[in-house]
C-alpha cells in the first residue's frame, strides 16, 4: 500500500475522532455522511488495501509482543457492528486477534462489580481484542432501563443521581489503567439514523435468510430511541480522552462506515510505530548454529533416501 493511498484510509477516519467531548454534540454528525465519498466501489477498493496494511501492522505488534490494542464497538441494533467487524477484521490473523461479545449479565456476574466481566477480557500484549458491546452497556442499557440497574443488588447508599457520573469517572479510569500498561484503546460508536434502523428491520422481515436476525426486543428497544441518543450523547462527552477517543462513525452506508473504522485503526497503529524485534549478537551467534545445523542435515537426508529402496528390496 503506498504512502498517498494510507493517508486516504487514515484521512476518513479524522472528522469523527472525538478526543475532547466537552462541546461533541449527537447532531453534528450525519449518519448519512460519507465525507465527500460517494463511490461505493472506491471505497470499497481503498479499505482492500487498508485491510492488506492492518494485516502487516498486526503482524508486527505479535511479534513486537509489548503492546495490546482493544477496539471497542457500540451502537443501536442493525448498525452494522458484526458486518464492521467481519469486513475491516478480515485480514488478521485469527491467533493474534479475541472477539467478545457481551450480552445480558449472567448471575455470576451480577455478583461482581461492573467491569469485572470485561476487565477479564483485555487483550493479551501482541494481540488485538475486540469488545462487541461493552461496559458502556452499563452506563446505556442500563441508564435507559433503571430495571437493570436493580438487578445489580448495589448497596443502596450507593444508587444516587450521581451514579451515571460516577460510571463516567471509573470507565475513564480504568482506560487510563489499560493505557498505562501498554492497552490502547479504541472506541467507536456505529451513528445510524433511525430512519436506516427501520428500513434494515424491514429487510430482515422480508428477507427469510434474515429473519434470524431479528427478534421483537430490537423493536422494543427502538421505542426507546430517543432515551438512547441522550446517553449516547452524554456519555461519549464524558468519557471522550486524546489516550482513549471515540469515533462516531456515520452508519448509513455500510462501505463508508466500514472505511471509517479502518481508517481509525490504521492511523492508530502507526501512530505505535510497531517494528520487527531486533536480535542481539548472542542471539545472532544462536541463529547461526541453527543455520550450520539444518545445512549440515542435507548429507544425511540424501543417504536415507538411497537407502529406501534397498530396503524395499530387501522385505
Excluded at 477480557?121 to 435507559?144: D, K
Excluded at 423493536?219 to 464524558?238: F, K, Q, V
Aim: aromatic share 10%; with cysteine; glycine share 6%.
Amino acid at each position: 500500500m503506498d504512502k498517498l493511498n494510507a493517508n486516504k484510509v487514515k484521512n476518513f477516519a479524522v472528522p469523527y475522532r472525538i478526543i475532547d467531548g466537552k462541546k461533541f454534540r449527537l447532531a453534528d454528525i450525519d449518519p448519512s455522511d460519507t465525507n465527500g465519498l460517494t463511490s461505493k466501489k472506491s471505497a470499497q477498493k481503498l479499505l482492500q488495501e487498508g485491510i492488506v496494511h492492518l494485516s502487516r501492522m498486526q503482524e508486527k505488534l505479535y511479534a513486537q509482543n509489548r503492546r495490546g490494542l482493544l477496539l471497542i464497538f457500540q451502537a443501536m441494533d442493525a448498525a452494522g457492528k458484526d458486518g464492521a467487524i467481519k469486513h475491516v477484521m478480515s485480514g488478521i490473523n485469527p491467533q493474534g486477534c479475541q472477539v467478545y461479545s457481551f450480552k445480558s449479565p449472567s448471575t455470576e456476574e451480577l455478583d461482581h462489580d461492573f467491569l469485572w466481566r470485561t476487565s477479564k477480557c483485555l487483550p493479551e500484549r501482541g494481540r488485538i481484542g475486540i469488545f462487541n458491546r461493552s461496559y458502556y452497556e452499563e452506563v446505556l442499557a442500563v441508564r435507559v432501563h433503571p430495571e437493570f440497574l436493580t438487578k445489580q443488588k448495589l448497596p443502596a447508599e450507593f444508587v444516587t443521581k450521581a451514579i451515571w457520573k460516577e460510571r463516567f469517572e471509573d470507565i475513564n479510569a480504568f482506560e487510563r489503567y489499560a493505557t498505562r500498561n501498554g492497552i490502547t484503546v479504541l472506541k467507536f460508536f456505529l451513528h445510524l439514523s433511525k430512519k436506516e434502523q427501520k428500513k434494515r428491520f424491514l429487510e430482515r422481515l422480508d428477507n427469510p435468510d434474515k429473519n434470524w436476525k431479528f427478534s421483537m426486543a430490537d423493536a422494543t428497544e427502538r421505542g426507546y430511541w430517543d432515551e438512547y441518543m441522550s446517553a449516547y450523547e452524554e456519555m461519549i462527552r464524558a468519557t471522550a480522552t486524546k489516550h482513549a477517543p471515540w469515533y462516531v462513525a456515520p452508519a448509513d452506508n455500510k462501505w463508508f462506515t466500514r472505511l471509517v473504522v479502518a481508517g481509525a485503526i490504521h492511523d492508530t497503529m502507526d501512530e505505535m510505530k510497531l517494528t520487527f524485534p531486533t536480535v542481539d549478537d548472542e542471539k545472532r551467534k544462536e541463529l547461526a548454529a541453527a543455520r550450520s545445523a539444518l545445512q549440515g542435515e542435507t548429507g544425511h537426508e540424501h543417504r536415507s533416501v538411497r537407502m529406501m529402496p534397498e530396503m524395499g528390496n530387501s522385505i
